[in-house]
């Protein structure tokens, strides 16, 4: 449903502006885990009790998609060279590689409207308009594009390990809390529902973020397979670098056991225990 979705949204007529929509599609297109929009289908899912031929569903399925498409949108600006300067994203070209810097960030910036647009279709105007704000709030200076900013401040500083984790709440986590709070909008949730799942999909992006230093700060064995206290990390400017191997897996076991605890009292949770299960098995 997600990928008929951002089919759907970026289906253009390419007789104008052909490139810009091209670079649009490639940036998208087949995209990555999905983790954005399958959590907030799954959340909303848990909170309505899975009721079938839920007439709501295609407009979660539109906001999940509109969520997507603002992640994909800050990944192109990420990966331009005054930003972050990666020439890769998922094993392809980065866009601006392929494209160049300037179609690179025209793309980016028509994903971002297009995000908003879709999000504005939601038939709900009240819960639309709840749905934009949250997205608003989570994308602009205080959330996604914040922490790009404060990532590309630190570049050339000493990290420090709070820096660390605001960068990655903000970076990683903003988009997740919005997935997690639009999908408890449109389920009509109240505000302590709303607060807990935003709570979980963050401990559930810091725990996955943790993980994914953790794999590559440590130097793996001569076979190449475990990790053990004699590897070091690579990478001061790291979680592993700045607490410690030990430390490091012990707060991503406590911030996964902060996330079943609070699904817990929820019917119909199973997809969400997934999720931790998902990430608590990457961890070394």
Known sequence: MI??????????????????KEAMLKAVIPGGKRWRPLLLIAIYE?????????????????????????HNAAMVHDDLPALMNKKERRGLPAIHQEYGNAVAILAADALYTLGFELMGEIKDAKKANLAI???????????LIGGQAIDLASKRKVMKINTLRYID???????????????????GSDENTRQIMSTYAINLGMAYQMIEDIE????????????????????????????????ARKQVE???????????????????????????????
Do not use: W
């Open 3 to 20: 990928d008929e979705g951002l089919h759907m949204a970026l289906k253009f007529d390419k007789r104008y502006a052909g490139q810009l």
């Open 46 to 70: 848990m909170l309505t009790g899975l009721k079938k031929n839920n007439k709501q569903l295609p407009d979660v399925v539109k906001a999940a998609c509109a969520v997507e498409l603002i």
């Open 133 to 143: 704000r949250n997205l608003c709030i989570n994308t602009k200076s205080y959330g």
């Open 169 to 187: 709440m903000k970076k990683v986590g903003s988009l997740l809390q919005a997935a997690a709070e639009i999908a408890s909008i449109l389920a």
């Open 216 to 247: 590559k700060d440590y130097a793996r064995g001569s076979d190449g397979l475990d990790f053990n206290e004699e590897f070091v990390p690579v990478s001061k400017a790291s979680y592993t670098g700045l607490l410690g191997f030990d430390k």
């Open 254 to 284: 406590t911030l996964l056991e902060d996330c079943s605890r609070s699904i817990k009292p929820f019917p119909n949770n199973a997809v969400l225990m997934e999720f931790i299960q998902m990430i608590s098995e990457k961890l070394p």
